[in-house]
């Protein structure tokens, strides 16, 4: 049988934490990947960690602070990828609550969403995490 899947490949850009315009955490840098949802890096490809100064560190430990938060972040490593109703589907919460903490997440730099059509497929921002991890052993 033909897999006819179709594989995408992809620029983005990512890498070094910066605050934008509006608040939210963004990382830049270049790199092209080939497969899978587009917004989803491999496990273990995330790049070289960048560090995160006291503000940045702070705002993603707020985003880890409500116990949904972190069930959002356990679920999406399990998967890869999720779209929102997924996340409603195993969460006891409604549709705008999940969407309102994949928000701050989003914000914060942990978690990154690709819309496809009508739907947003959601998964870890794993440099924004590896960032975390590192900021905060490094404490």
Known sequence: MNDTRATTTRTTTRRSFA???SGTLTVESTSTETGGPECCDPVGTAGPVVDL???QLAAMAKALGHPLRVRIIRLLLERQACMTG???AELPVAQSTVSEHLRILREAGLVQGEIEGPRTSYCVNREGLAAFTHAVSSL
Do not use: K
Request: charge should be negative.
């Open 53 to 55: 100064d006291d503000g």
């Open 19 to 21: 605050p934008s315009a």
């Open 86 to 88: 997924d996340l409603v």
